[in-house]
T-cell receptor, first 110, second 113 residues
């Protein structure tokens, strides 16, 4: 299984763009990259998923370079409510299992 | 839709007691799973199921049993609780098939004394 590495924590201020990078050097050809968000005392919530290049939804953008050994979650103009833990996961082809790392704890200040 | 529901929200057990954590979903999802999350850590997969009557072990299955008699329900049984099982337990569900978004329940906070 492809192991992921991401920063333990990040700080930002309201209104700034936040980029969280995740490395996954052993990703296999058919694996996907997915990101979940977790608020305190809640279960994780799906944010975005992609295979290559760029994916954008109403919440975030996901950038994946051609070699797919890393990915970057971009949160535009964060607010206090974006304070949470963000998990980068590699979804292995032909399995539904999610393997979580320790995630990145994002703290947004006023 | 209620989504994924878990009961109870909180539970305190004594060492050696047994109990069942309940998980139900009303989205007709085939895939269901149980995770535990220790303080400051990511989630670890305990058991999962790809449909009624089919279950399999995850990363940390010891001390836990599961069964799946219906599509909707996926209970997790602690056979003989130990302090090391103090954790927050999350249930999740999704349609079967790779790359599907998984929906998580609100969690059960379990303390074993």
């Amino acid at each position: 299984l492809a192991k992921t590495t991401q920063p333990i924590s990040m700080d930002s201020y309201e209104g700034q763009e936040v980029n969280i990078t995740c490395s996954h050097n052993n990703i296999a050809t058919n694996d996907y990259i997915t990101w979940y968000q977790q608020f305190p005392s809640q279960g994780p919530r799906f944010i975005i998923q992609g295979y290559k290049t760029k994916v954008t939804n109403e919440v975030a953008s996901l950038f994946i370079p051609a070699d797919r050994k890393s990915s970057t979650l971009s949160l535009p103009r964060v607010s206090l409510s974006d304070t949470a833990v963000y998990y980068c996961l590699v979804v292995v082809y032909n399995t539904d299992k999610l393997i979580f790392g320790t995630g990145t704890r994002l703290q947004v200040f006023p | 839709n209620a989504g994924v529901t878990q009961t109870p929200k909180f539970q305190v057990l004594k060492t050696g007691q047994s109990m069942t954590l309940q998980c139900a979903q009303d989205m007709n999802h085939e895939y269901m799973s149980w995770y535990r999350q220790d303080p400051g850590m990511g989630l670890r997969l305990i058991h999962y199921s790809v449909g009624a009557g089919i279950t399999d072990q995850g990363e940390v299955p010891n001390g836990y049993n599961v069964s799946r008699s219906t599509t909707e329900d996926f209970p997790l049984r602690l056979l003989s609780a130990a302090p090391s099982q103090t954790s927050v337990y999350f249930c999740a569900s999704s349609p079967l098939g790779t790359y599907n978004e998984q929906f998580f329940g609100p969690g059960t906070r379990l303390t074993v004394l």
